[in-house]
Protein backbone atom coordinates (compact mmCIF):
# COMPACT_ATOMS: atom_id res chain seq x y z
CA UNK A 1 0.00 0.00 0.00
CA UNK A 2 1.03 3.74 -1.37
CA UNK A 3 0.49 5.67 2.31
CA UNK A 4 1.82 8.95 -0.36
CA UNK A 5 1.67 9.38 -3.86
CA UNK A 6 2.02 12.13 -5.99
CA UNK A 7 1.00 12.83 -9.57
CA UNK A 8 2.74 15.60 -11.28
CA UNK A 9 2.83 17.20 -8.44
CA UNK A 10 4.15 20.95 -9.49
CA UNK A 11 4.95 24.28 -7.56
CA UNK A 12 6.01 27.45 -8.95
CA UNK A 13 6.98 30.68 -7.34
CA UNK A 14 7.04 33.28 -10.32
CA UNK A 15 9.16 32.00 -12.42
CA UNK A 16 11.00 29.60 -10.67
CA UNK A 17 9.65 25.97 -11.17
CA UNK A 18 10.59 24.67 -8.01
CA UNK A 19 9.29 21.51 -7.61
CA UNK A 20 8.28 20.19 -11.45
CA UNK A 21 5.76 17.40 -11.97
CA UNK A 22 6.79 14.70 -9.49
CA UNK A 23 5.67 11.41 -9.33
CA UNK A 24 6.12 9.67 -6.21
CA UNK A 25 4.95 6.39 -4.15
CA UNK A 26 6.06 6.34 -0.73
CA UNK A 27 4.95 2.75 1.18
CA UNK A 28 3.75 2.70 4.30
CA UNK A 29 6.09 1.61 6.73
CA UNK A 30 9.21 2.46 4.54
CA UNK A 31 11.92 5.01 5.59
CA UNK A 32 12.18 7.09 2.24
CA UNK A 33 15.25 9.69 1.52
CA UNK A 34 14.94 12.87 -0.07
CA UNK A 35 18.56 13.37 -1.12
CA UNK A 36 19.24 16.95 -3.75
CA UNK A 37 21.48 19.96 -3.80
CA UNK A 38 20.58 23.40 -1.98
CA UNK A 39 17.50 24.14 -3.37
CA UNK A 40 16.69 21.07 -5.02
CA UNK A 41 13.23 21.65 -3.93
CA UNK A 42 13.12 18.89 -1.20
CA UNK A 43 11.53 20.83 1.58
CA UNK A 44 9.22 22.39 -0.88
CA UNK A 45 7.95 19.13 -1.53
CA UNK A 46 8.11 18.55 1.94
CA UNK A 47 5.61 21.60 2.51
CA UNK A 48 3.33 20.67 -0.14
CA UNK A 49 2.61 16.83 1.72
CA UNK A 50 2.26 18.69 4.81
CA UNK A 51 -0.39 21.46 3.67
CA UNK A 52 1.72 24.23 3.93
CA UNK A 53 2.02 25.14 0.77
CA UNK A 54 -0.44 24.43 -2.06
CA UNK A 55 0.10 23.01 -5.05
CA UNK A 56 0.10 25.22 -8.31
CA UNK A 57 -0.93 21.84 -9.89
CA UNK A 58 -0.72 18.32 -10.14
CA UNK A 59 -2.11 16.36 -7.02
CA UNK A 60 -0.60 14.54 -3.73
CA UNK A 61 -2.47 11.86 -1.36
CA UNK A 62 -0.81 11.27 1.83
CA UNK A 63 -2.38 8.38 4.08
CA UNK A 64 -4.91 8.18 1.28
CA UNK A 65 -6.15 11.77 1.63
CA UNK A 66 -5.68 14.97 -0.53
CA UNK A 67 -3.65 17.53 0.20
CA UNK A 68 -5.64 19.88 -1.36
CA UNK A 69 -9.18 19.25 -0.96
CA UNK A 70 -8.83 17.48 2.54
CA UNK A 71 -6.19 19.50 4.60
CA UNK A 72 -7.35 18.51 7.58
CA UNK A 73 -7.57 15.14 7.33
CA UNK A 74 -3.83 14.47 5.96
CA UNK A 75 -2.76 17.17 8.88
CA UNK A 76 -4.48 14.32 11.63
CA UNK A 77 -2.05 11.57 10.30
CA UNK A 78 1.11 13.60 9.69
CA UNK A 79 3.82 14.78 12.44
CA UNK A 80 6.97 17.34 10.44
CA UNK A 81 9.94 18.54 11.92
CA UNK A 82 10.90 21.70 10.24
CA UNK A 83 14.12 22.72 8.88
CA UNK A 84 14.17 25.91 10.29
CA UNK A 85 13.12 27.15 13.80
CA UNK A 86 9.57 26.70 14.39
CA UNK A 87 9.52 26.90 18.46
CA UNK A 88 7.62 29.75 20.74
CA UNK A 89 10.99 31.24 22.04
CA UNK A 90 9.06 32.79 24.94
CA UNK A 91 7.53 29.80 26.54
CA UNK A 92 9.71 27.15 28.65
CA UNK A 93 10.42 23.82 26.46
CA UNK A 94 8.07 22.21 28.40
CA UNK A 95 4.94 24.55 27.23
CA UNK A 96 5.92 24.43 23.71
CA UNK A 97 5.91 20.21 23.98
CA UNK A 98 2.49 20.96 25.60
CA UNK A 99 1.25 23.34 23.15
CA UNK A 100 1.16 21.08 20.88
CA UNK A 101 0.13 17.66 22.35
CA UNK A 102 -3.02 19.32 23.43
CA UNK A 103 -3.38 21.35 19.67
CA UNK A 104 -3.05 17.33 18.64
CA UNK A 105 -6.19 16.75 21.03
CA UNK A 106 -3.83 14.42 23.34
CA UNK A 107 -5.90 13.51 26.77
CA UNK A 108 -3.93 14.81 29.99
CA UNK A 109 -2.58 11.85 30.90
CA UNK A 110 -0.73 10.61 27.51
CA UNK A 111 0.65 13.89 27.27
CA UNK A 112 2.10 14.47 30.16
CA UNK A 113 3.63 10.74 29.76
CA UNK A 114 4.85 11.49 26.41
CA UNK A 115 6.50 14.70 27.14
CA UNK A 116 8.67 13.66 30.05
CA UNK A 117 9.13 10.17 28.01
CA UNK A 118 11.04 12.63 25.03
CA UNK A 119 12.28 15.36 27.05
CA UNK A 120 13.80 12.58 28.44
CA UNK A 121 14.84 11.25 25.47
CA UNK A 122 16.55 14.57 24.13
CA UNK A 123 18.20 15.03 27.57
CA UNK A 124 16.02 18.36 27.98
CA UNK A 125 14.32 16.90 31.30
CA UNK A 126 16.41 19.27 33.33
CA UNK A 127 15.42 22.74 31.47
CA UNK A 128 11.93 21.95 30.62
CA UNK A 129 10.91 24.97 32.76
CA UNK A 130 13.94 27.32 31.29
CA UNK A 131 12.57 29.82 28.09
CA UNK A 132 13.04 28.51 24.51
CA UNK A 133 15.41 31.61 24.19
CA UNK A 134 17.92 30.37 26.69
CA UNK A 135 18.84 27.10 25.33
CA UNK A 136 21.80 26.60 22.53
CA UNK A 137 20.66 25.94 19.20
CA UNK A 138 21.05 22.37 19.67
CA UNK A 139 18.89 22.44 22.46
CA UNK A 140 16.44 23.50 20.30
CA UNK A 141 16.81 21.44 17.81
CA UNK A 142 16.52 18.29 20.14
CA UNK A 143 13.08 20.01 21.10
CA UNK A 144 11.74 20.39 18.07
CA UNK A 145 12.53 16.45 17.42
CA UNK A 146 10.95 15.20 20.54
CA UNK A 147 7.75 18.02 19.85
CA UNK A 148 7.73 16.37 16.53
CA UNK A 149 7.47 12.76 17.49
CA UNK A 150 4.89 13.72 20.32
CA UNK A 151 1.73 12.60 18.67
CA UNK A 152 2.79 9.47 16.96
CA UNK A 153 1.70 10.09 13.60
CA UNK A 154 1.42 7.61 10.83
CA UNK A 155 3.41 9.45 8.60
CA UNK A 156 6.67 11.65 10.00
CA UNK A 157 8.85 14.27 7.97
CA UNK A 158 11.34 15.06 8.95
CA UNK A 159 13.09 17.86 7.07
CA UNK A 160 17.26 17.86 7.94
CA UNK A 161 16.68 17.04 11.73
CA UNK A 162 20.60 16.52 12.64
CA UNK A 163 21.54 19.44 11.70
CA UNK A 164 23.52 20.91 13.87
CA UNK A 165 23.69 17.69 16.23
CA UNK A 166 26.66 16.08 17.68
CA UNK A 167 27.53 12.31 16.10
CA UNK A 168 26.30 11.22 19.50
CA UNK A 169 22.88 12.64 19.59
CA UNK A 170 22.27 11.95 15.95
CA UNK A 171 22.59 8.34 16.52
CA UNK A 172 20.65 7.87 19.64
CA UNK A 173 17.94 10.19 17.93
CA UNK A 174 18.28 7.82 14.99
CA UNK A 175 18.26 4.99 17.08
CA UNK A 176 14.92 5.65 18.48
CA UNK A 177 13.35 6.87 15.05
CA UNK A 178 14.17 4.01 13.86
CA UNK A 179 12.33 2.15 16.32
CA UNK A 180 9.66 3.83 16.38
CA UNK A 181 9.08 2.99 12.81
CA UNK A 182 9.61 -0.43 13.18
CA UNK A 183 7.31 -0.72 16.45
CA UNK A 184 4.52 1.91 15.55
CA UNK A 185 4.52 1.39 12.05
CA UNK A 186 5.41 4.76 11.17
CA UNK A 187 6.40 5.80 7.80
CA UNK A 188 8.80 8.20 7.67
CA UNK A 189 10.23 10.57 4.70
CA UNK A 190 13.15 12.61 5.43
CA UNK A 191 15.61 14.90 4.09
CA UNK A 192 19.82 15.13 5.04
CA UNK A 193 22.74 16.35 3.67
CA UNK A 194 24.73 13.38 5.88
CA UNK A 195 24.94 10.77 3.18
CA UNK A 196 26.17 8.10 5.80
CA UNK A 197 23.47 8.70 7.25
CA UNK A 198 21.03 8.38 4.57
CA UNK A 199 23.01 5.17 3.59
CA UNK A 200 21.82 3.63 7.01
CA UNK A 201 18.40 4.54 7.86
CA UNK A 202 16.75 4.60 4.56
CA UNK A 203 14.83 1.86 2.54
CA UNK A 204 14.73 3.97 -0.57
CA UNK A 205 16.12 7.20 -1.98
CA UNK A 206 15.28 9.58 -4.11
CA UNK A 207 17.67 12.04 -5.55
CA UNK A 208 16.33 15.10 -6.57
CA UNK A 209 17.27 18.10 -8.86
CA UNK A 210 15.99 20.90 -10.10
CA UNK A 211 12.82 19.61 -9.15
CA UNK A 212 13.01 16.30 -10.27
CA UNK A 213 13.95 12.97 -9.71
CA UNK A 214 17.08 11.93 -11.10
CA UNK A 215 17.27 8.44 -9.47
CA UNK A 216 15.00 6.75 -6.84
CA UNK A 217 16.37 3.20 -5.74
CA UNK A 218 17.66 1.28 -2.36
CA UNK A 219 20.55 2.77 -1.52
CA UNK A 220 22.37 -0.63 -2.13
CA UNK A 221 21.28 -0.57 -5.50
CA UNK A 222 22.22 3.02 -6.30
CA UNK A 223 25.71 2.39 -5.55
CA UNK A 224 25.97 -0.79 -7.56
CA UNK A 225 24.05 1.06 -10.35
CA UNK A 226 26.41 4.26 -10.71
CA UNK A 227 29.74 1.85 -9.85
CA UNK A 228 30.17 4.13 -6.55
CA UNK A 229 31.65 2.94 -3.26
CA UNK A 230 29.73 5.78 -1.44
CA UNK A 231 26.58 7.18 -1.47
CA UNK A 232 28.42 10.46 -1.57
CA UNK A 233 30.00 9.74 -5.23
CA UNK A 234 26.40 8.72 -6.55
CA UNK A 235 25.38 11.93 -5.38
CA UNK A 236 28.34 13.99 -7.05
CA UNK A 237 28.12 11.63 -10.07
CA UNK A 238 24.58 12.57 -10.53
CA UNK A 239 23.74 15.93 -9.63
CA UNK A 240 27.19 17.56 -10.76
CA UNK A 241 30.06 19.17 -8.92
CA UNK A 242 28.97 22.85 -9.18
CA UNK A 243 27.97 24.71 -5.75
CA UNK A 244 23.91 25.64 -5.95
CA UNK A 245 23.37 29.33 -5.07
CA UNK A 246 19.64 29.54 -3.94
CA UNK A 247 17.85 31.97 -5.75
CA UNK A 248 20.21 31.21 -8.83
CA UNK A 249 19.82 34.08 -10.94
CA UNK A 250 18.90 33.00 -14.51
CA UNK A 251 22.42 32.78 -15.93
CA UNK A 252 23.28 30.35 -13.17
CA UNK A 253 20.21 28.23 -13.74
CA UNK A 254 21.16 28.06 -17.38
CA UNK A 255 24.61 26.88 -16.39
CA UNK A 256 23.10 24.50 -14.99
CA UNK A 257 20.68 23.04 -17.50
CA UNK A 258 23.34 23.09 -20.23
CA UNK A 259 25.14 20.86 -17.82
CA UNK A 260 22.16 18.12 -16.62
CA UNK A 261 21.86 18.28 -20.74
CA UNK A 262 25.47 17.50 -21.47
CA UNK A 263 24.88 14.69 -18.94
CA UNK A 264 21.71 13.35 -20.71
CA UNK B 1 -9.89 22.84 22.82
CA UNK B 2 -7.92 24.10 20.13
CA UNK B 3 -9.77 27.75 20.79
CA UNK B 4 -8.23 27.68 24.41
CA UNK B 5 -5.13 26.46 23.58
CA UNK B 6 -4.23 28.86 21.57
CA UNK B 7 -5.94 31.27 24.11
CA UNK B 8 -3.78 29.78 26.85
CA UNK B 9 -0.71 30.37 25.00
CA UNK B 10 -1.69 34.43 24.87
CA UNK B 11 -2.02 34.64 28.39
CA UNK B 12 1.18 32.49 28.76
CA UNK B 13 3.11 35.11 26.86
CA UNK B 14 1.30 38.04 28.18
CA UNK B 15 1.88 37.37 31.67
CA UNK B 16 5.58 36.57 30.62
CA UNK B 17 6.00 39.65 29.03
CA UNK B 18 6.37 42.31 31.80
CA UNK B 19 7.45 45.49 29.41
CA UNK B 20 4.42 45.02 27.34
CA UNK B 21 2.32 45.59 30.38
CA UNK B 22 4.07 48.63 30.77
CA UNK B 23 4.70 49.72 27.82
CA UNK B 24 1.35 49.89 26.76
CA UNK B 25 0.25 51.45 30.04
CA UNK B 26 2.60 54.11 29.60
CA UNK B 27 1.66 56.32 27.06
CA UNK B 28 -2.71 56.64 28.19
CA UNK B 29 -1.52 57.02 31.41
CA UNK B 30 0.48 60.66 30.06
CA UNK B 31 -2.53 61.24 28.06
CA UNK B 32 -4.59 61.16 30.90
CA UNK B 33 -2.57 62.97 33.45
CA UNK B 34 -0.81 65.68 32.05
CA UNK B 35 -3.46 66.71 28.91
CA UNK B 36 -6.00 65.50 30.55
CA UNK B 37 -4.71 68.21 33.66
CA UNK B 38 -3.48 70.73 31.25
CA UNK B 39 -6.75 70.48 28.94
CA UNK B 40 -8.65 70.54 32.05
CA UNK B 41 -7.54 73.95 33.48
CA UNK B 42 -7.69 75.54 29.81
CA UNK B 43 -11.43 74.31 29.58
CA UNK B 44 -12.82 75.36 33.11
CA UNK B 45 -16.33 76.61 32.74
CA UNK B 46 -16.90 74.80 29.11
CA UNK B 47 -19.94 72.97 29.15
CA UNK B 48 -18.84 69.48 28.08
CA UNK B 49 -22.08 65.99 27.68
CA UNK B 50 -23.00 65.17 30.57
CA UNK B 51 -21.72 68.23 32.60
CA UNK B 52 -18.42 66.95 33.89
CA UNK B 53 -15.07 68.57 33.84
CA UNK B 54 -12.81 67.75 31.06
CA UNK B 55 -10.50 65.16 32.54
CA UNK B 56 -13.67 62.79 33.41
CA UNK B 57 -14.91 63.47 30.05
CA UNK B 58 -11.41 62.05 28.68
CA UNK B 59 -11.19 59.28 30.85
CA UNK B 60 -13.08 56.86 28.93
CA UNK B 61 -11.58 57.95 25.16
CA UNK B 62 -8.16 57.05 27.03
CA UNK B 63 -9.58 53.54 28.67
CA UNK B 64 -10.71 53.05 24.17
CA UNK B 65 -6.96 53.55 23.41
CA UNK B 66 -5.70 51.26 25.90
CA UNK B 67 -8.27 48.99 24.34
CA UNK B 68 -7.10 50.09 20.66
CA UNK B 69 -3.64 49.88 20.58
CA UNK B 70 -3.77 46.15 23.11
CA UNK B 71 -5.84 44.93 20.74
CA UNK B 72 -4.19 45.62 17.23
CA UNK B 73 -1.16 44.96 18.61
CA UNK B 74 -2.17 41.40 20.02
CA UNK B 75 -3.42 40.72 16.33
CA UNK B 76 -0.17 41.73 14.75
CA UNK B 77 2.00 39.10 17.01
CA UNK B 78 0.43 36.99 14.01
CA UNK B 79 3.56 38.66 11.82
CA UNK B 80 6.26 37.60 14.55
CA UNK B 81 4.80 34.32 15.13
CA UNK B 82 5.30 33.54 11.16
CA UNK B 83 8.67 35.42 11.32
CA UNK B 84 9.70 32.98 13.98
CA UNK B 85 8.51 29.92 11.90
CA UNK B 86 6.00 29.49 15.05
CA UNK B 87 2.97 29.77 12.43
CA UNK B 88 3.73 26.81 10.73
CA UNK B 89 3.90 24.52 13.82
CA UNK B 90 0.36 26.22 14.15
CA UNK B 91 -0.90 25.88 10.73
CA UNK B 92 0.32 22.05 10.03
CA UNK B 93 -1.98 21.35 13.45
CA UNK B 94 -5.36 19.44 12.75
CA UNK B 95 -7.57 22.26 14.00
CA UNK B 96 -9.46 24.73 11.71
CA UNK B 97 -8.53 27.97 10.72
CA UNK B 98 -11.82 30.03 12.33
CA UNK B 99 -10.46 28.20 15.93
CA UNK B 100 -7.11 29.48 15.43
CA UNK B 101 -8.71 33.03 14.79
CA UNK B 102 -11.05 32.58 17.24
CA UNK B 103 -8.47 31.51 19.90
CA UNK B 104 -5.90 34.47 18.95
CA UNK B 105 -8.91 37.20 19.38
CA UNK B 106 -10.14 36.02 22.45
CA UNK B 107 -6.73 35.60 23.82
CA UNK B 108 -5.81 39.32 22.46
CA UNK B 109 -9.01 40.35 23.68
CA UNK B 110 -8.41 39.15 26.99
CA UNK B 111 -5.23 40.80 27.82
CA UNK B 112 -6.28 44.17 26.39
CA UNK B 113 -9.55 43.80 28.72
CA UNK B 114 -6.91 43.06 31.69
CA UNK B 115 -4.85 46.34 30.47
CA UNK B 116 -8.14 48.34 30.43
CA UNK B 117 -8.97 47.13 33.97
CA UNK B 118 -5.68 48.25 35.42
CA UNK B 119 -6.03 51.90 33.81
CA UNK B 120 -9.58 51.97 35.19
CA UNK B 121 -8.51 51.18 38.72
CA UNK B 122 -6.43 54.27 38.39
CA UNK B 123 -8.98 56.69 37.27
CA UNK B 124 -11.18 54.96 40.40
CA UNK B 125 -8.38 55.12 42.67
CA UNK B 126 -7.62 58.81 42.11
CA UNK B 127 -11.13 59.92 41.42
CA UNK B 128 -11.49 60.97 38.21
CA UNK B 129 -14.61 58.92 38.23
CA UNK B 130 -16.07 57.36 40.92
CA UNK B 131 -18.25 54.74 38.77
CA UNK B 132 -20.08 52.17 40.45
CA UNK B 133 -19.53 48.04 40.49
CA UNK B 134 -22.36 47.96 38.01
CA UNK B 135 -21.19 50.36 35.66
CA UNK B 136 -17.96 48.32 36.22
CA UNK B 137 -19.90 44.77 35.16
CA UNK B 138 -21.47 46.48 32.47
CA UNK B 139 -18.60 48.24 31.03
CA UNK B 140 -16.96 44.38 30.31
CA UNK B 141 -18.95 43.26 27.94
CA UNK B 142 -18.71 46.21 26.13
CA UNK B 143 -14.79 46.71 25.96
CA UNK B 144 -14.76 42.77 25.45
CA UNK B 145 -16.73 43.53 22.15
CA UNK B 146 -14.07 46.78 21.02
CA UNK B 147 -10.83 44.54 21.67
CA UNK B 148 -12.16 41.43 20.39
CA UNK B 149 -13.14 43.66 16.68
CA UNK B 150 -9.94 45.33 16.82
CA UNK B 151 -7.60 42.13 17.31
CA UNK B 152 -9.40 40.78 14.37
CA UNK B 153 -8.28 43.86 12.48
CA UNK B 154 -4.78 43.09 13.71
CA UNK B 155 -5.00 39.55 12.18
CA UNK B 156 -6.72 40.99 9.34
CA UNK B 157 -3.28 43.24 8.72
CA UNK B 158 -0.72 40.67 9.81
CA UNK B 159 -2.18 37.84 7.02
CA UNK B 160 -1.02 40.62 4.74
CA UNK B 161 1.93 41.43 6.09
CA UNK B 162 5.28 39.56 6.00
CA UNK B 163 7.44 41.87 8.84
CA UNK B 164 7.13 43.97 11.47
CA UNK B 165 8.59 46.51 9.58
CA UNK B 166 4.27 47.16 8.29
CA UNK B 167 3.88 47.70 11.83
CA UNK B 168 4.66 51.62 11.73
CA UNK B 169 2.56 52.10 8.49
CA UNK B 170 -0.55 50.24 10.91
CA UNK B 171 0.24 52.85 13.63
CA UNK B 172 -0.11 55.79 11.53
CA UNK B 173 -2.52 55.72 9.16
CA UNK B 174 -4.45 53.12 10.87
CA UNK B 175 -4.48 53.05 14.92
CA UNK B 176 -3.93 56.83 15.37
CA UNK B 177 -6.64 58.20 13.23
CA UNK B 178 -9.18 55.16 14.57
CA UNK B 179 -7.95 57.04 17.92
CA UNK B 180 -8.11 60.81 17.25
CA UNK B 181 -11.57 60.18 15.41
CA UNK B 182 -13.47 58.55 17.91
CA UNK B 183 -14.31 61.56 20.05
CA UNK B 184 -11.83 60.70 22.82
CA UNK B 185 -10.85 64.61 23.07
CA UNK B 186 -13.43 66.41 22.30
CA UNK B 187 -17.50 66.09 21.91
CA UNK B 188 -19.06 65.13 18.68
CA UNK B 189 -22.01 67.44 19.01
CA UNK B 190 -20.65 70.66 18.04
CA UNK B 191 -17.73 68.98 14.70
CA UNK B 192 -18.36 70.44 11.01
CA UNK B 193 -20.28 68.25 8.98
CA UNK B 194 -16.97 66.29 7.49
CA UNK B 195 -15.25 65.49 10.59
CA UNK B 196 -18.43 64.43 12.85
CA UNK B 197 -19.30 61.80 9.84
CA UNK B 198 -15.49 60.67 9.49
CA UNK B 199 -15.98 59.86 13.34
CA UNK B 200 -19.50 58.33 13.17
CA UNK B 201 -17.45 56.01 10.70
CA UNK B 202 -15.60 55.25 13.06
CA UNK B 203 -16.01 52.10 15.61
CA UNK B 204 -13.94 53.15 18.48
CA UNK B 205 -16.44 56.31 18.82
CA UNK B 206 -19.22 53.60 19.41
CA UNK B 207 -16.82 52.48 22.43
CA UNK B 208 -16.12 55.64 24.09
CA UNK B 209 -19.77 56.59 23.81
CA UNK B 210 -20.25 53.47 25.43
CA UNK B 211 -18.07 53.89 27.74
CA UNK B 212 -19.26 57.17 28.69
CA UNK B 213 -22.61 56.46 28.86
CA UNK B 214 -21.90 53.56 31.60
CA UNK B 215 -19.25 55.52 33.55
CA UNK B 216 -20.66 59.09 33.10
CA UNK B 217 -24.37 58.59 32.75
CA UNK B 218 -26.80 58.78 30.00
CA UNK B 219 -26.15 62.63 29.20
CA UNK B 220 -22.87 61.86 28.42
CA UNK B 221 -23.55 59.94 25.64
CA UNK B 222 -23.83 61.38 21.94
CA UNK B 223 -26.84 59.48 20.87
CA UNK B 224 -29.12 60.51 24.43
CA UNK B 225 -30.72 58.02 26.59
CA UNK B 226 -30.33 54.90 23.87
CA UNK B 227 -27.06 55.53 23.16
CA UNK B 228 -26.02 52.29 24.74
CA UNK B 229 -28.04 50.04 22.71
CA UNK B 230 -26.64 51.89 19.21
CA UNK B 231 -23.80 51.50 21.10
CA UNK B 232 -23.39 47.72 21.54
CA UNK B 233 -25.30 46.70 18.24
CA UNK B 234 -22.81 48.60 16.61
CA UNK B 235 -19.76 46.82 18.52
CA UNK B 236 -21.48 43.51 17.99
CA UNK B 237 -21.86 43.79 14.14
CA UNK B 238 -17.99 45.22 14.01
CA UNK B 239 -16.33 42.34 15.85
CA UNK B 240 -18.67 39.81 13.77
CA UNK B 241 -17.90 41.27 10.78
CA UNK B 242 -13.86 41.61 11.38
CA UNK B 243 -14.23 38.34 12.74
CA UNK B 244 -15.05 36.97 9.96
CA UNK B 245 -12.71 38.82 7.83
CA UNK B 246 -9.80 37.99 10.27
CA UNK B 247 -10.65 34.84 9.35
CA UNK B 248 -10.88 34.72 5.70
CA UNK B 249 -7.63 37.22 5.69
CA UNK B 250 -5.61 34.11 7.42
CA UNK B 251 -7.30 31.69 5.76
CA UNK B 252 -5.64 32.59 2.54
CA UNK B 253 -2.38 33.14 4.26
CA UNK B 254 0.59 30.87 3.18
N1 LIG C 1 8.51 30.93 -0.59
C1 LIG C 1 9.32 30.89 -1.66
N2 LIG C 1 9.30 31.89 -2.56
C2 LIG C 1 10.10 31.86 -3.66
N3 LIG C 1 10.97 30.89 -3.92
C3 LIG C 1 11.05 29.86 -3.06
C4 LIG C 1 10.23 29.81 -1.88
N4 LIG C 1 10.53 28.68 -1.20
C5 LIG C 1 11.49 28.06 -1.92
N5 LIG C 1 11.80 28.76 -3.05
C6 LIG C 1 12.76 28.36 -4.07
O1 LIG C 1 12.43 27.06 -4.50
C7 LIG C 1 13.60 26.29 -4.71
C8 LIG C 1 13.53 25.03 -3.89
O2 LIG C 1 13.67 25.38 -2.52
P1 LIG C 1 13.65 24.29 -1.34
O3 LIG C 1 13.65 25.03 -0.07
O4 LIG C 1 12.55 23.34 -1.60
O5 LIG C 1 15.04 23.56 -1.55
P2 LIG C 1 15.71 22.40 -0.67
O6 LIG C 1 15.93 21.25 -1.58
O7 LIG C 1 14.95 22.17 0.54
O8 LIG C 1 17.13 23.07 -0.34
P3 LIG C 1 18.03 22.98 0.99
O9 LIG C 1 18.86 21.75 0.89
O10 LIG C 1 18.87 24.20 0.90
O11 LIG C 1 17.13 22.97 2.16
C9 LIG C 1 14.78 27.20 -4.37
O12 LIG C 1 15.28 27.73 -5.59
C10 LIG C 1 14.18 28.27 -3.53
O13 LIG C 1 14.87 29.48 -3.71
MG1 LIG D 1 15.27 22.38 2.51
Redesign the interface.
Known amino acids: MNIIETKALTKRFGDLIAVNALDLKVKKGEVFGLLGPNGAGKTTIISML?????PSSGSALVSGKDVKNER?SV??N?G?V?Q????????TGY?NMD??G????MEKEQRVERIIELLELVDLIDKKDV?VKNYSGGMKRRLEIA?GLLHKPKVLFLDEPTLGLDPQTRRYLWEYIQNMNKKDDVTIMLTTHYMEEADELCDRIAIIDHGKIVALDSPKNLKKKNKAETLEDVFIELTGRGIREENADSKESWKQKARSWRRG | MAVYTIWLREMLRFIRDKSRILGTLGMPLFFLVFIGTGLNSAFQGIDLPGGTNYIAFMAPGIVGMVLLFGSVFSGLTVVIDKQFGFMKEILVAPVSRSSIVLGKALGGATTALLQAMILLSFIFIFGVIPFSLNALLLALPLMFLISLGFVNIGVLFASKLDDPHGFQIVMNFFIMPIFFLSGAFFPLDKLPVWLKTLSLLDPLTYGVDGLRYILLGSSASFFGADGIWIDFAVLTGFAAITLLLGAHAFDRMQ
Not at chain 1, 50 to 54: A, F, M
Request: net charge negative; charged share 30%.
Open positions: STILTNRKIIFDPSLDEELEFHRLYGPR
